[in-house]
């Protein structure tokens, strides 16, 4: 019978004594080489963070549609996003399309952004690639937009009156 036994993160052989390992399983520390988590810090969002308001370079990260909106838009946002996940995909296949290959793969994107029911989406003529990909990129900012928010009242100028609290005050004259 051996005296060692497999770690339970790596595999390494440790005793049967000893409560932790090298690689830092039961050091009851956080490892430093766990990947970071990168995604939006909107709640349900399947995009990357890639901008933060904090100046020391910690976050929360959001992506580019849910950074400067209010936090009860975001949720509209995302799911305005996931809506368009169709969009996303084939934004990204687009994306890393060569050059050379994309004259074969206009009449694809056309057929995929029909097939969706947005065929106003679809490569137009001989569009470059740079050119779609940017007009893609356009539509789907333009509709993931945060809900319009109405303008706040200016209180600089009185309210409007409805009638009723001018009847209310002749009243109790």
Request: proline share 8%; with cysteine; charged share 25%.
């Amino acid at each position: 019978m051996s005296s060692n036994r497999p770690c339970p993160e790596c595999g390494a052989e440790i005793a049967y004594s000893v409560k932790s390992c090298a690689c830092g399983w039961g050091a009851g520390k956080k490892r430093h080489d766990a990947p970071p988590d990168y995604g939006c810090a909107a709640y349900g969002c399947p995009l990357d963070g890639s901008i933060s308001p904090s100046t020391t370079g910690g976050g929360p990260w959001f992506c580019a549609f849910h950074y400067g909106i209010r936090a009860e838009q975001r949720d509209a946002v995302t799911v305005k996003i996931r809506e368009r996940a169709w969009l996303m995909r084939l934004m990204d296949r687009v994306y890393r399309c060569y050059a050379n290959d994309w004259p074969a793969s206009r009449p694809l994107a056309r057929d995929y952004c029909e097939k969706h029911g947005r065929a106003d989406l679809g490569p137009i003529g001989d569009e470059s690639k740079a050119s779609y990909f940017a007009r893609l990129r356009s539509a789907l900012a333009t509709e993931c937009q945060p809900p319009k928010q109405l303008p706040m009242a200016d209180l600089d100028q009185p309210a409007e009156s409805s009638g009723m609290l001018d009847d209310f005050l002749s009243e109790t004259a």
